[in-house]
Each structure stands twice: as C-alpha cells, then as structure tokens.
C-alpha cells in the first residue's frame, strides 16, 4: 500500500514532468509555425470580401485550414485552480492562440501552392473537440484569388 504522501509526490512529479515536456513541445511548435510562416510571406490574408486592385475576384476559390491543439497536464491543473476563483486563463489563451495561427497557415499554405496572391474574406470557426477537454478545434477559410 502507498502512503498518501508518497502517492502525493509521485503525482507532483508527473505534472512537474508531463508540464516540462508540454513546455518544450510549444516551443517547437512555435518555432515550426515561425520557419513555416516565412516560406508564405507573400500570400496577403484579408478579411475583407473584396480583393485589392488588380487581383482576379472572377477565379476564386475556397481555402480550408484547421487544426486542433491540446495543451498538457500542467496547463489543464492550473487552470482548474483558477476556474475556481475566476480571472483569466492565460494557459488556454496560448493554446486557442496557437491553435489559430495553426489552421490560418495552413490554409494560407494550401493557398500559395495553388498560386495565390491573397486569400480574401477570411473567417473563423472554433469549437470544443469533448466537453471536459482542453483542445479547442479552429477553423479557418478563405477565397483564394490570382
């Protein structure tokens, strides 16, 4: 039988240990948007409906991105904590952040390997993958034009 505190530790450990290896995934996943968001740096992204001057609105198309981002253990913990007392979840702002930023490249990226200029009328969709999870699904879409 384990004691209750050694039952503790054991716990604090993994959170600590599942918290440090959710850590360094972001990191790389924020480094990985970084180098891939420079290879599309010439496709313009507006949410407006009309394209700028000299840009075919005739020929559009729709663009699709979406991703789902989980955040880890450690995050989910303290953010319990906090649902209890109220305030802002920042732990949850950086995961629906990246999660945006996620599916608005890879949307622009089906885009500039379509051969577009701009991707027009950019919208967003989110939702909750379950009820209990800390994943958010986003949705971004777009008309591409030439």
């Given at each position: 039988m384990v004691s209750p505190i050694v039952g503790l530790l054991i716990t604090l450990v993994m959170l600590v240990g599942l918290g440090g290896i959710g850590r360094m995934r972001e990191r790389q996943h924020l480094e990985n948007?970084?180098?891939?968001?420079?290879?599309?740096?010439a496709v313009l992204v507006l949410d407006t409906a009309a394209p700028p001057l000299g840009l075919d609105p005739v020929h559009g198309e729709l663009v699709i991105g979406n991703a789902v981002i989980?955040?880890?253990y450690l995050k989910q913990f303290f953010a319990r904590w906090r649902n209890l007392?109220?305030?802002e979840m920042?732990?949850?702002q950086k995961v629906l952040s990246r999660a945006r930023r996620?599916?608005?490249?890879?949307?622009?990226e089906d885009a500039y390997d379509r051969g577009a200029r701009a991707v027009v009328n950019?919208?967003?969709?989110?939702?909750q993958i379950a009820a209990r999870s800390a994943?958010?699904?986003v949705l971004?879409?777009?008309t591409l034009v030439r």
């Amino acid at each position: 039988m384990v004691s209750p505190i050694v039952g503790l530790l054991i716990t604090l450990v993994m959170l600590v240990g599942l918290g440090g290896i959710g850590r360094m995934r972001e990191r790389q996943h924020l480094e990985n948007l970084a180098e891939r968001e420079k290879r599309v740096t010439a496709v313009l992204v507006l949410d407006t409906a009309a394209p700028p001057l000299g840009l075919d609105p005739v020929h559009g198309e729709l663009v699709i991105g979406n991703a789902v981002i989980g955040t880890d253990y450690l995050k989910q913990f303290f953010a319990r904590w906090r649902n209890l007392f109220g305030g802002e979840m920042k732990a949850y702002q950086k995961v629906l952040s990246r999660a945006r930023r996620e599916a608005q490249l890879r949307m622009v990226e089906d885009a500039y390997d379509r051969g577009a200029r701009a991707v027009v009328n950019v919208r967003y969709e989110t939702s909750q993958i379950a009820a209990r999870s800390a994943a958010p699904e986003v949705l971004c879409y777009g008309t591409l034009v030439r």
